[in-house]
């Protein structure tokens, strides 16, 4: 019994380590971000922003809820290989009343308020429960997958076939999922690949309306990669709330071959304040639809 003990007694300190590690990288993008916009001179600039918060800033957010609804769909899909078939008006509601929760620090909190609307709704806790798994494992290889596309940029020889072997992979993987038991699965991160697709697409636009220099194909395809990265690595390191700091540290080492360092800096703030707004949008929106579907919301097994 005693090697097991130690064992467990090594284990109790990774999540709590691995969680206060993520902190302090979400601190340090803050810090570093809040640093250099104390070093911005010059009224230009801040003009800049100001003329795209007039043209983006009431748009995008709206366009940003399109994603929150696919992510939505897609954990509708997870409850359904599972077993549990729910209407979809109900998920939307359900996720995106949830969603709201991840800016708390801790990362589980949305996670643990879908759990219990799900419960207070009658379905059981154990499929709910192992749809938080395969939600994390899709979203994280549909990121990865799309940030291939950043590959070029630390060895420009492969940047004309990766869109090749991303498009092989793809048609493998999927293959391979649609002759299983884990086609709901495969329905899942289609729908999580189109909510990362309208991140990437807003990212897109705030970047041309902040950058005036023309760009090829290739760094197209660069850029979908950098801003898929980013979002990978603020999902996915522990202790940073809706990524906050981490994507940021991360956007302002990936843009840097793209555009001054002031203007990455005035997209880093548009980026955070558009997914904001948006998230605060696809809240209301799922408390609309909470109302719609409370009155005629049926639960029934697959």
């Known amino acids: 019994m005693l090697p097991i003990r130690r064992m467990q007694s090594k284990r109790s300190w990774v999540k709590p380590a691995a969680e206060w590690l993520g902190r302090l990288l979400s601190l340090g993008g803050v810090a570093v971000v809040a640093h250099e916009l104390m070093q ?39 409850l359904r290989q599972q077993g549990i078939a729910v209407p979809l008006v109900w998920g939307l509601s359900v ?125 197209l395809g660069q850029l979908v990669g950098v801003f898929a990265a980013a979002w990978l690595l603020g999902f996915v390191v522990p202790g940073a709330p809706g990524g906050v700091g981490v994507r940021e540290l991360v956007l302002l080492w990936g843009l840097s071959g793209f555009m001054a360092d002031e203007r990455v800096l005035l997209l880093l703030i548009a980026g955070r304040l558009v997914t904001t707004v948006g998230d605060v949008l696809v809240y209301f929106v799922s408390v609309w639809l909470s109302q719609r579907s409370a009155a005629n919301f049926t639960l029934s097994n697959v």
């Open 40 to 78: 911005l001179t010059g009224d230009d600039h801040w003009q800049a922003l100001q003329q795209l918060a007039q043209i983006w800033w009431l748009i995008l957010p709206v366009v940003y809820v399109l994603g929150g609804m696919a992510l939505g769909a897609a954990w509708c899909a997870l």
């Open 95 to 219: 996720y995106g009343r949830s969603q709201l929760a991840k800016y708390v620090p801790g990362n589980i909190f949305h996670f643990a308020g879908r759990q219990a609307l799900a419960m207070a709704a009658g379905l059981s806790a154990k499929p709910v429960l192992a749809t938080t798994f395969w939600e994390l494992a899709g979203q994280a290889m549909v990121a990865a997958w799309l940030s291939l596309l950043a590959l070029s940029l630390f060895w420009s020889p492969v940047g004309p076939y990766i869109p090749l072997l991303m498009l092989l992979l793809l048609l493998v993987f999927s293959l391979l999922l649609a002759r299983t038991v884990y086609l709901m699965v495969l329905k899942a991160m289609y729908w999580q690949l189109a909510f990362l697709l309208v991140f990437v697409v807003l990212m897109l636009a705030l970047f041309f309306s902040l950058s005036t220099a023309s760009i090829s194909w290739l760094q």
